[in-house]
């Protein structure tokens, strides 16, 4: 589904800014990114299985607009979807306009390499840090999402401000001091029915201190960047025993990895059901496919929405052995990224988008389950 949203592109000082206009945004996007960040935090979220329609407003409404007052009632609540959306709209804009790739839950002290480490200065901590395709290097990105009535379109929003602080808060460092990476800062203003505002997603990307990789130094923290970011969505979709393996790329795990498989449109990967407001339920174990038709039949029953989120085999393989990944990034209908490949992007079937090797899909009827032989 297509909805239209303001997206701007400034500089750090604001002085200048591209892309004012309305442009289109595939709404699979966020819903990809939303079922990314469930797997990476255990989230619980309303309204991403169904490509989030049963929260905005219907056709022949075009633009990105909530219904009514947006997303719960009280302020409270409010204020807790906006933060919800802002990161899954705020994922989906990093990876799919700036390369930001494998972005995982910041934490202070978190090892992102051998002896690579990102560390808090002072202050709240931001949202992601990955990696950077475009620049070769790391990112640290930070998203907010906000009702600010303020000039969004042409201005320099204070929830952009806000989200530049936290960015200046963390440093990346290894045994020779700090490292420069790449930041973004992503604000998502939300126009409701009731507001009347013009929807906008903003950027902004400033640079952090420190020295630059060395060439061979680049393909090494990238394939960690990776094979780290693999390793945390092998723990939401049930597999720990797979993702400390790749943690510690043991490849002695190899063989077991053709274990708890599934099977979608002849791509094997391990899986999980995501039913609205129930969360993630990894597909694992010997009683899968029962428990997996159970799951379906009983949604459908009381009327929730249920996707399937699939992480390829073959990308948890080449994390663990630390090698494959793709050095040309592909947009969703597997060619070279463009800048905007969403400008002119190939009809795709609306149940599925896959990016990074991982498929967010609303289809979810011809699952299969193959053993081993199967697979042989």
Same mark, same amino acid.
């Given at each position: 589904?297509?909805?239209?949203?303001?997206?701007?592109?400034?500089?750090?000082?604001?002085?200048?800014?591209?892309?004012?206009?309305?442009?289109?945004?595939?709404?699979?996007?966020?819903?990809?990114?939303?079922?990314?960040?469930?797997?990476?935090?255990?989230?619980?979220?309303?309204?991403?299985?169904?490509?989030?329609?049963?929260?905005?407003?219907?056709?022949?409404?075009?633009?990105?607009?909530?219904?009514?007052?947006?997303?719960?009632?009280?302020?409270?609540?409010?204020?807790?979807?906006?933060?919800?959306?802002?990161?899954?709209?705020?994922?989906?804009?990093?990876?799919?306009?700036?390369?930001?790739?494998?972005?995982?839950?910041?934490?202070?002290?978190?090892?992102?390499?051998?002896?690579?480490?990102?560390?808090?200065?002072?202050?709240?901590?931001?949202? @992601?840090?990955?990696?950077?395709?475009?620049?070769?290097?790391?990112?640290?990105?930070?998203?907010?999402?906000?009702?600010?009535?303020?000039?969004?379109?042409?201005?320099?929003?204070?929830?952009?401000?806000?989200?530049?602080?936290?960015?200046?808060?963390?440093?990346?460092?290894?045994?020779?001091?700090?490292?420069?990476?790449?930041? @973004?800062?992503?604000?998502?203003?939300?126009?409701?029915?009731?507001?009347?505002?013009?929807?906008?997603?903003?950027?902004?990307?400033?640079?952090?201190?420190?020295?630059?990789?060395?060439?061979?130094?680049?393909?090494?923290?990238?394939?960690?960047?990776?094979?780290?970011?693999?390793?945390?969505?092998?723990?939401?979709?049930?597999?720990?025993?797979?993702?400390?393996?790749?943690?510690?790329?043991?490849?002695?795990?190899?063989?077991?990895?053709?274990?708890?498989?599934?099977?979608?449109?002849?791509?094997?990967?391990?899986?999980?059901?995501?039913?609205?407001? @129930?969360?993630?339920?990894?597909?694992?174990?010997?009683?899968?496919?029962?428990?997996?038709?159970?799951?379906?039949?009983?949604?459908?029953?009381?009327?929730?929405?249920?996707?399937?989120?699939?992480?390829?085999?073959?990308?948890?393989?080449?994390?663990?052995?630390?090698?494959?990944?793709?050095?040309?990034?592909?947009?969703?209908?597997?060619?070279?990224?463009?800048?905007?490949?969403?400008?002119?992007?190939?009809?795709?079937?609306?149940?599925?988008?896959?990016?990074?090797?991982?498929?967010?899909?609303?289809?979810?009827?011809?699952?299969?389950?193959?053993?081993?032989?199967?697979?042989?």
């Amino acid at each position: 589904m297509i909805r239209y949203v303001h997206r701007r592109e400034v500089s750090r000082s604001g002085t200048f800014s591209w892309n004012v206009d309305p442009e289109p945004f595939d709404l699979r996007w966020a819903a990809w990114a939303a079922a990314v960040e469930t797997l990476q935090i255990d989230l619980v979220a309303s309204g991403w299985m169904n490509l989030f329609t049963a929260l905005l407003m219907p056709p022949p409404t075009t633009a990105l607009r909530w219904a009514a007052t947006g997303p719960g009632t009280n302020v409270e609540i409010k204020r807790a979807y906006s933060a919800l959306m802002g990161r899954f709209f705020g994922r989906a804009t990093l990876r799919r306009d700036h390369g930001c790739r494998w972005l995982r839950q910041v934490s202070d002290g978190l090892e992102l390499c051998t002896g690579v480490h990102l560390r808090r200065r002072t202050g709240h901590l931001p949202d @992601w840090v990955g990696w950077d395709d475009f620049h070769g290097c790391w990112v640290v990105a930070e998203a907010k999402g906000s009702h600010d009535r303020g000039d969004w379109v042409d201005g320099d929003p204070p929830p952009l401000q806000r989200a530049l602080a936290q960015l200046d808060r963390v440093e990346i460092v290894d045994a020779a001091g700090p490292i420069t990476f790449k930041t @973004w800062a992503v604000a998502c203003r939300w126009g409701t029915e009731a507001n009347g505002l013009a929807p906008v997603i903003v950027t902004c990307d400033p640079d952090g201190d420190g020295r630059r990789l060395e060439e061979w130094e680049v393909a090494k923290h990238r394939e960690e960047a990776r094979a780290r970011w693999v390793a945390d969505l092998l723990e939401g979709l049930g597999r720990p025993e797979v993702a400390a393996a790749v943690r510690g790329s043991d490849v002695g795990m190899a063989l077991s990895m053709e274990d708890d498989l599934a099977l979608i449109s002849g791509r094997s990967g391990y899986a999980a059901l995501a039913i609205e407001m @129930w969360g993630i339920i990894p597909l694992t174990g010997s009683g899968r496919a029962a428990r997996g038709a159970s799951i379906i039949d009983t949604a459908a029953q009381l009327k929730r929405a249920t996707a399937l989120v699939l992480l390829d085999r073959s990308m948890a393989e080449s994390a663990l052995m630390r090698g494959g990944a793709n050095d040309v990034m592909e947009d969703e209908s597997g060619q070279p990224w463009r800048k905007r490949p969403h400008m002119d992007m190939p009809k795709l079937p609306e149940a599925e988008l896959t990016v990074d090797g991982v498929t967010f899909r609303t289809a979810v009827d011809d699952i299969g389950f193959p053993n081993v032989e199967a697979l042989a």
